[in-house]
């Protein structure tokens, strides 16, 4: 579908820069921990923008919103592009936030509400592929271009140019889905809620969402440092294809769902979560770099399975007129893991190392998500969507 592909394409570039940052640090000599929260200035970007307009595609049509995500990406690749210091950066990752926190919402409802009839199956498909698909093929595009084609740090975003410019072309042909559509001044901000019946099956699904985007957040920003000073992995396009593999692999997870059932996807999420924390903690103990490709395959699927079961399993037990402030409270716990805990291994990788901060980070999140399974074993959510 050609609205799956432009979701696709922004998507793309807010991971771009993930096998880039070891050139930024060479070029404008920051540490580690800045890796960090330029990276994480994006996930608050993205919780700002649901709570404060996620829902603006439903009240000004999809169209509308989804051109706004295209501008905000291309606003983010220029910055890239013309950057000379740290301060560039910062702007870009937040611009990407903000394209993010547009589009998720507004793309995915898109997809599904183009699909024909009976094809509601497939838009799912499609609509799953390109959001984390789309998050997959961007490092893997920065890295083959940093390793293989000139200009490293502007071909990567230039090529993203490009795209996204044909993605608003694309945009141009496709019809909107909205039909009673306002002012953006009836666009309203979006209290975090969360109904009494809703609680129980909250707190170990939001348990496990925060621990797989953590370890989403940590391959994303700081496993190209790890392969470069740890394993002497410096092929950029090696680095990219790691962290594209947890994305890949989490698609998988998700896809897995409809099969495996609600029921016992978050457990079963959890414990893909714990092998891939374990695999992670191999990896940084032993300087393996097979561990590292394993930790992301099978912790991608795990975070997969649990975040599409948690998202089900909340939106099941929410009241048909409190779901969408719900949902928007999980998607802001998912993000605060992308964001906090990554932060946390930065500020602890100069006193530590990169190691070490890694182990501590995986210590924490252990304990988490055993914490999440044992209340999930105990007692399981309902077996239905």
Known sequence: MLSGAVFAVCMAGTTLPTPLYGHYQEKFGFSELMVTVVYAVYAFAVIGVLLLAGNASDTVGRRPVIRWGLGFAAASAVCFLCATGLGWLFVGRLLSGLSAGLLTGAATAYVMELAPPGGAARATLVATAANMGG??????????????????????????????????????????????RSSPRAVRPQRPSLPPQVRSVFGPAATASF??????????????????QSLDERNHAVSGLVVALAFFASTAGQLAVDRVGVGRSLPLGCAGLLAGLALLAGALWGDLLVLVVLSAVVGGVGQGLSFRGALSSVAAASPAEQRAAVISTLFVVAYTGISVPVIGVGVLAEPMGLEGAGLVFIACMTVLVSTAAAYLLRRPVPART
């Open 135 to 180: 998050l997959g093929c961007g490092p893997l595009l920065a890295g083959v271009l940093a390793q293989y084609a000139p200009w490293p740090l502007y071909l990567p975003f230039a090529v993203h140019l490009a795209l996204v410019a044909g993605a608003a072309v694309v945009l141009t042909s496709l019809p909107e889905t909205v039909r009673e």
């Open 211 to 228: 621990v797989g985007f953590a370890l989403f957040g940590v391959f994303t920003s700081v496993s190209p440092a790890f392969l470069a």
